[in-house]
T-cell receptor, first 114, second 111 residues
Framework: KAGVTQTPRYLIKTRGQQVTLSCSPI?????VSWYQQTPGQGLQFLFE???????NKGNFPGRFSGRQFSNSRSEMNVSTLELGDSALYLC?????????????FGPGTRLTVL | GQQLNQSPQSMFIQEGEDVSMNCTSS?????WLWYKQEPGEGPVLLIA?????ELTSNGRLTAQFGITRKDSFLNISASIPSDVGIYFC???????????FGKGTKLSVKP
């Protein structure tokens, strides 16, 4: 069974630009969660999608958004990039997003904002 | 909000030594998870604990769900170089698909 894939693996952008990251979950998984990982703040929850609907959102500004498609693939978008957005962005998929479901993580997209 | 305090922040040990790390919270958790992250990869689930007092093993790894439900411990016996990585504790963040993570324990193993 293929794991969670994320593209691209690395991105370099400049301040003010926008970026779109993609996540393909494990086949059969309908819940996709996104996390931001930085050295200072650690892993922080961004949002979760299930059946094309955002069910939950973490404490991030509106510049961070996402969507999910009918095949459960998900994208996240960051607009008007700031230097502090430099981070590893991880997505994780699970069957339903329930707390008893295991979340499987992708390798992440390393975003550098210059 | 909920926070997980993980200690120690880092450990430098000799191959063959046993390792112990822990995670505490000011609030009760119904689930404790232990993940390992290696460079260039996402976290991988090592052990999941669902019941207070539960002791679960996965090879050389053993984790315990504290009786108070506010802490958990991970032990690694007879460490080997491939144990190197960052170990995170995590728990449900109160909504679907939302996990809260500790800041991690970075483990270095000297051959």
């Amino acid at each position: 069974k293929a794991g969670v894939t994320q593209t691209p693996r690395y991105l370099i952008k400049t301040r003010g630009q926008q970026v779109t990251l993609s996540c393909s979950p494990i086949s059969g998984h309908r819940s996709v969660s996104w996390y931001q990982q930085t050295p200072g703040q650690g892993l922080q929850f961004l949002f979760e999608y299930f059946s094309e609907t955002q069910r939950n959102k973490g404490n991030f500004p509106g510049r961070f958004s996402g969507r999910q498609f009918s095949n459960s693939r998900s994208e996240m978008n960051v607009s008007t990039l700031e230097l502090g957005d430099s981070a590893l962005y991880l997505c994780a998929s699970s069957f339903s997003g329930a707390w008893t479901d295991t979340q499987y993580f992708g390798p992440g997209t390393r975003l550098t904002v210059l | 909000g909920q926070q997980l305090n993980q200690s120690p922040q880092s450990m430098f040990i000799q191959e063959g030594e046993d390792v112990s790390m822990n995670c505490t919270s000011s609030s009760i958790f119904n689930t404790w998870l232990w993940y390992k992250q290696e460079p260039g990869e996402g976290p991988v689930l090592l052990i999941a604990l669902y019941k207070a007092g539960e002791l679960t093993s996965n090879g050389r790894l053993t984790a315990q769900f504290g009786i108070t439900r506010k802490d958990s411990f991970l032990n690694i016996s007879a460490s080997i170089p491939s144990d190197v990585g960052i170990y995170f504790c995590a728990g449900p963040g109160g909504s679907q698909g939302n996990l809260i993570f500790g800041k991690g324990t970075k483990l270095s193993v000297k051959p």
